[in-house]
């Protein structure tokens, strides 16, 4: 189904490897890209479960928007395990315009399609998506 805003529709793929990173924690990463020909968003890249914060911040293009969702591992201060799913609106500053405005008219039907999403974080640069970043949002 499009979405009404923007005209993308979501590639049931994106829900699939969500489910699986949520439930079965199959995969650290997803990349989504929106694909403008197709009008939809689909699936760019997964990273396996081993992988890190640095795999899933070297997959962003320094001039291309993305969508990402990351399955952060970390531990409280009272050193209990947690996990939480990240959503990142990835936007270079260096990116085009449309790009920036397709990404952005998406991003919450999109959002709304991954049911599970946690913490919301919006990035224009890797400085924005550092490990401390997560580490404070997580807690």
């Not at 529709?9 to 890209?33: G, N, P, Q, S």
């Not at 962003?60 to 591992?73: G, K, Q």
């Not at 490990?131 to 997580?138: C, I, P, T």
Request: include cysteine.
């Amino acid at each position: 189904m499009a979405n009404a805003a923007s005209g993308m529709a979501v590639h049931d793929d994106c829900k699939l490897r969500f489910m699986e990173l949520k439930t079965k924690r199959t995969y650290r990463f997803i990349v989504y890209k929106i694909e403008e020909q197709q009008k939809q968003v689909v699936v760019e890249k997964i990273g396996e479960p081993a992988e890190t914060h640095e795999a899933l911040a070297a997959c962003l293009p320094s001039d291309e928007c993305r969508y990402a969702v990351f399955d952060f591992d970390f531990l409280t201060a009272e050193d209990v395990p947690k996990s939480r799913i990240f959503f990142v609106a990835w936007s270079p500053d260096t990116a085009k315009v449309r790009s920036k405005m397709i990404y952005a008219s998406s991003k919450d039907r999109f959002k709304r399609e991954l049911d599970g999403i946690q913490i919301e974080l919006q990035a224009t640069d890797p400085t924005e998506m550092d490990l401390d970043v997560f580490k404070s949002r997580a807690t």
